[in-house]
């Protein structure tokens, strides 16, 4: 299996370390800056949530964590080095490492490829070096579909054939292929029902915990992130304006903005408010499940 979990320089250092970021959109006088000078760390098998608003940048930091937006000031650093410096090759091999699962699993898998192709796809970008054989790559396959709850069948099936809910275990599975130490998870279950969702979250909290993963869980819903999170950082207009433990910041928010995002957390109609009880329900129940077995 290629990617096995690298080496740290040093004990404590933090797998990913994002200072004084900035990004700017457009050009010449179109040029607008949507991030300004936001920083945090993650460590090694933890769990960063960065909640906001729509269009507050939380998008964008996880694109620059990728590598997928260029970078206008600061820096983001990952296993120590620092994304701006590094070769192509060394990037692809980083890239490797760093992975992600975005809101919308019709979009994220092709239709048109079985399961078994589009696990098998990221496997592709690999150095030369680090390549796997087509029997690996087969056992890998089986593995991360057993892992993420579906049978070994599910290979030989197309999206189509497969609900929300399955399609999402199916891109954690993909994101999973190269074994990376990062998953950017971006509203990875606002695209799901609300019974789905506590589902999907869980199996990326046990995920999370078996593998010694870090996350970086972008979601507008801080009642959400909160059960997934280690610590969140509140994102208004492109700036951190609080950054704590996941319960301290749900439970004794400090900043008025988070105040405001919690209260107003947009539950315009009784039904959303009633889904929302659910959700917190059903991942009580899980947890409370999970602690038992
Ligand atoms: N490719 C782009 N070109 C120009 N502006 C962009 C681009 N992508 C995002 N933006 C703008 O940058 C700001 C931050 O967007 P971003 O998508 O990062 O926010 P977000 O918090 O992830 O929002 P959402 O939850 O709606 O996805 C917004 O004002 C958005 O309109």
Redesign the pocket.
């Known amino acids: 299996m290629t990617g096995e979990v690298g080496e740290l320089r040093e004990p404590g250092e933090p797998l990913l370390r994002v200072r004084d970021l900035a990004v700017d959109?457009?050009t010449g006088r179109r040029r607008t800056r949507?991030v300004h000078g936001v920083g945090f760390d993650i460590a090694p098998g933890r769990t960063l949530g960065l909640v906001?608003e729509?269009?507050?940048?939380?998008?964008?930091i996880g694109g620059a964590v990728l590598g997928l937006v260029p970078v206008a000031g600061g820096s983001v650093e990952f296993e120590g080095r620092d994304l701006a410096t590094l070769s192509r090759p060394e990037r692809r091999a980083l890239g490797a490492r760093r992975q992600v699962v975005f809101q919308d699993p019709y979009s994220s898998l092709d239709p048109t490829l079985t399961i078994g192709a589009s696990l098998a796809e990221p496997c592709a970008t690999l150095p030369a070096a680090e390549r796997m054989t087509r029997a690996q790559v087969r056992d890998r396959t089986a593995a991360l579909l057993q892992r993420v709850g579906l049978g070994p069948d599910a290979a030989l099936r197309y999206p189509a054939q497969f609900s929300g809910g399955q399609r999402q275990r199916i891109a954690i599975a993909r994101a999973l292929m190269l074994s990376p130490r990062l998953v950017v998870c971006d509203?990875p279950v606002s695209a799901l029902d609300l019974s789905v969702q506590a589902e999907v979250l869980n199996l990326l909290t046990e995920v999370q915990r078996d593998l010694g993963l870090s996350l970086l869980f972008i979601s507008?819903d801080l009642s959400v992130v909160r059960h997934v999170a280690h610590e969140v950082a509140v994102l208004r207009a492109g700036r951190i304006v609080e950054h704590g433990p996941a319960q301290r910041v749900h439970e004794d928010p400090q900043d008025p903005y988070t105040r405001a995002l919690l209260a107003a957390a947009p539950v315009p109609d009784p039904d959303e408010q009633q889904r929302r009880r659910e959700l917190r329900r059903a991942l009580a129940e899980q947890q409370l499940a999970e602690r038992k077995d």
């Open positions: 959109y457009g949507v906001g729509s269009g507050s940048g939380k998008s964008t509203e507008h």
